[in-house]
Nanobody, 125 residues
């Protein structure tokens, strides 16, 4: 049973920083890619960033490039999202997701098999 558990969300002022964590368990993830998505009220789930677990390649959504950094700790089976220069429009529930590794379609939520429960990030202006 694969489990993904997010933590690290909270309330922060615009311009501030937060680091999200996603602890993964239940299998080895060397053949997986893991991503962060977010969903604001009334909006579709949006791709934020992905990391291919084995190779370490990373890709970002346009709205977060240069501000967010995705990383992973193999020994801890944990993925991170360092979020800097936060803006009110970053307010959303952030989800981590895991799917079979591929260089394609990483921004599509339907390409992921496992999801965490989400963690709320609120950025005040």
């Amino acid at each position: 049973q694969v489990q993904l558990v997010e933590s690290g969300g909270g309330l922060v002022q615009a311009g501030g920083s937060l680091r999200l964590s996603c602890a993964a368990s239940g299998r080895t993830f060397s053949s997986y890619r893991m991503s962060w998505f977010r969903q604001a009220p009334g909006k579709e789930r949006q791709f934020v960033a992905v990391i291919r677990w084995s190779a370490g390649n990373t890709y970002y959504g346009d709205s977060v490039k240069g501000r967010f950094t995705i990383s992973r700790d193999n020994a801890k089976s944990t993925m991170y999202l360092q979020m800097n220069s936060l803006k009110p429009e970053d307010t959303a529930v952030y989800y981590c997701a895991a799917g079979v590794d591929s260089a394609y379609f990483y921004a599509r939520p339907d390409k992921y098999n496992y999801w965490g429960q989400g963690t709320q990030v609120t950025v005040s202006s």
